[in-house]
């Protein structure tokens, strides 16, 4: 889920378009999870094959990456390495709540309440390996570049923009911005529109982009107090304390300077696992060995795991990869660090 930072950055709405010729460095895992929550049958069952294998993540992966090279933006997807020791409570805390939304799900749908039911379907979405086999090899198909990351996508995809080797992150969560990541994108993937939870009322999904440098000057802080900030807000990596929101956060770390100091002062009581979770903020563990080059597609091969393999329309298929030998035209084969 990452760290909830919304109240303290400043967004500035985009199109598809703003992002033409931009190299984008997409949290993978992120993405999969929104394309399996979001892609559903009214009853909240995932899209499936007819051997019952779900493809809600294929589904994802084909079409809104087809929107996105069609607007000529170069995507990269970074997929998570292995988790981080203090993240393990946080990955046992979200398997617990997708077993109890699972049983909500089942009941909602015997008392028929469809909107219940989609919610509480939304919740059980897993990415597991076997999903990520499969994405990682429809985007070598699609000739669509993705880098393993050592720990958290997030953290590689930041390190990548930091370098420079990419335009900005794009991710749901705000944990890129901790990292130390230049720019970072939301609603790339997931533009359109979009049902609003508990309510019946449809809204326009946007793009926007939201700057480290302008959050930080907007609120006169640094990135390691904006780091604290978060710490005290709760992370992936700590639970945070309770009552403190980001706006209290902010008031605390402006008003002290440090966490050590609103320590000191009595205001939080933490223990001394914060210095382990700043640690990995500011100092990320990341993978230097990547190389980032677009090929080719091969509609061969596409139609093949697509069509063949799990009985995705041949004609819609068939559409959507005229976007993709489109791009194709406005590239040679290089790498990116020819340019």
Not at 297 to 319: G, M, N, T
Request: hydrophobic share 40%; with cysteine; aromatic share 8%.
């Amino acid at each position: 889920m990452g760290v909830n930072l919304k109240p303290v950055v400043k967004a500035r709405q985009i199109t598809l378009h703003d992002l033409a010729g931009k190299i984008i460095a997409i949290d993978a895992y992120n993405a999969l999870h929104q394309f399996l929550s979001i892609i559903r049958q009214r009853d909240g069952t995932p899209l499936k094959d007819g051997m019952g294998r779900v493809t809600s993540h294929l589904s994802g992966i084909f079409y809104r990456t087809a929107n996105m090279v069609e607007q000529n933006i170069r995507p990269v997807y970074v997929f998570d390495g292995k988790p981080h020791p203090l993240k393990m409570k946080t990955l046992q805390k979200r398997k617990d709540i997708k077993v109890e939304a699972e049983k909500e799900w089942k009941i909602a749908l015997e008392k028929g309440d469809m909107e219940t039911a989609f919610k509480k379907a939304q919740q059980t979405s897993r990415v597991d390996e076997e999903k990520v086999k499969e994405a990682k090899r429809l985007l070598d198909a699609l000739g669509i570049p993705y880098v393993d990351a050592r720990r958290e996508g997030e953290e590689q995809a930041a390190y990548m923009n930091r370098k420079g080797d990419v335009n900005a992150v794009s991710s749901q969560d705000f944990d890129a911005l901790l990292f130390g990541a230049p720019l970072l994108v939301r609603n790339v993937a997931i533009t359109g529109r979009r049902k609003m939870p508990n309510r019946q009322v449809w809204v326009d999904v946007y793009p926007e982009e939201i700057s480290l440098d302008a959050t930080l000057e907007e609120n006169g802080i640094t990135r390691e107090q904006l780091v604290d900030m978060a710490i005290m807000i709760g992370t992936d990596f700590n639970e945070g304390v309770k009552g403190i929101g980001p706006k209290k956060a902010l008031n605390l770390i402006k008003k002290y300077g440090s966490l050590e100091k609103i320590i000191e002062a009595g205001e939080v009581d933490m223990d001394a696992d914060y210095r382990e979770v700043r640690e990995i903020f500011l100092y990320p563990e990341v993978n230097e060995e990547y190389e980032i080059e677009w090929r080719e597609a091969d509609r061969v091969e596409v139609i093949k795991i697509l069509c063949d393999e799990h009985q995705f329309s041949r004609e819609r298929v068939e559409k959507a990869m005229d976007k993709y030998i489109k791009f194709s035209k406005t590239f040679k084969q290089r790498s990116l660090f020819d340019f």
